[in-house]
């Protein structure tokens, strides 16, 4: 497998590093053969990562083809910074590089803000895709076409495959290394002490996600206050000072979900809580989320999180 990790000006300094790590082990645990053959590639013949490192870059040339190219993420983590990146030279410059590469029949992959990139160029259009998961709502807002969930670790799709935040480098690293050898994968991701990970929701912190709008920062302090009495769209519409159709049409626009999911997101981020620290049991813990008994509240968190209450309880130990 030929990989094209695509190194921009002011890149993630471990996004790059940890995907380089994952495949020189493939290759050194491949029993003599190298599976990936990795390049480093730039559209400026000098790289620098965000931690002002210098990064040796090869330069695209026309008989470069590569079977897989990877954007690891921008070292932009907020959207004053992100959005007048996307507009650099060389960012653009990138873009139209990703076109023709997918046109010869390259997929690509990105992780974390380099979604951002990937998705600048339409590729993900009407695709399936995930983000790293705090910028959520702006890439909501800036590609309405994606069909986005930054619940998921890994999206495939017919083009390539996008991961979430951070260490999803890693997880779409793994993922490139399980398509040639699932043995393989198993073996690294022991090395690097790198658990599987399906989901980013156990990860995702929703009052980060609310403050992206006013309406919806408002409505999470609401629904704080309103945990153990339940949930009503019309009091909540009404103790805001809107609609319940402005409330719901805001909610789907910034966070991808209804009123009542994100209502109940907090009730599952007040359980994780009073799980590793209140000593309550689970009904008592199900009462102050408004629920009336544990086991209720135990299907909430195998639903949402993917773990039961004694794996909860473990992880946060």
């Not at 053969?33 to 790289?47: M, Q």
């Not at 076109?99 to 010869?104: C, D, Q, S």
Request: proline share 4%; with cysteine.
């Amino acid at each position: 497998m030929r990989i094209a990790v695509l190194a921009l000006e002011g890149l993630f300094d471990s996004g790059l590093t940890v995907m380089l790590d994952a495949f020189r082990l493939a290759n050194k645990f491949s029993g003599g053969t190298s599976h990936f053959d990795v390049s480093i590639v730039g559209v400026r013949k000098k790289v620098r990562t965000g931690q002002g490192l210098a990064v040796p870059v090869r330069a695209v040339t026309p008989d470069f083809k590569p079977d897989w190219v990877i954007v690891p993420a921008l070292n932009t983590g907020m959207p004053e910074q992100l959005i007048p990146a996307l507009e650099r030279a060389d960012v653009r410059k990138a873009k139209a590089q990703l076109l023709k590469w997918h046109a010869e029949g390259a997929q690509i992959g990105a992780s974390c803000i380099g979604t951002f990139l990937l998705a600048e160029t339409g590729l993900l259009d009407h695709r399936e895709a995930t983000t790293t998961w705090w910028l959520a709502p702006l890439f909501r807002q800036r590609y309405p076409n994606v069909l986005l969930d930054e619940t998921r670790m890994l999206v495939p799709s017919d083009r390539g495959v996008t991961a979430g935040a951070a260490m999803g480098h890693l997880d779409l690293a793994l993922w490139l290394i399980r398509k040639a050898s699932p043995e393989l994968a198993t073996v690294v991701s022991r090395y690097l002490l790198a658990d599987i990970r399906s989901s980013q929701a156990p990860y995702i912190i929703p009052n980060h996600l609310a403050q992206a709008d006013p309406l919806i920062l408002r409505f999470e302090k609401w629904a704080r206050d309103h945990l153990k009495t339940g949930f009503s769209l019309q009091d909540a519409a009404s103790a805001l000072a809107t609609s319940a159709r402005t409330l719901q049409r805001r909610c789907e626009a910034v966070l991808g979900k209804s009123p009542l999911s994100y209502f109940q997101d907090l009730r599952v981020e007040r359980a994780q809580s009073l799980l590793h620290g209140s000593g309550l049991d689970l009904d008592a813990i199900a009462a102050e989320v408004g629920y009336v008994d544990g086991a209720t509240l135990r299907t909430l968190l195998r639903e949402r999180l993917g773990r039961g209450v004694r794996e909860l309880r473990a992880d946060l130990r």
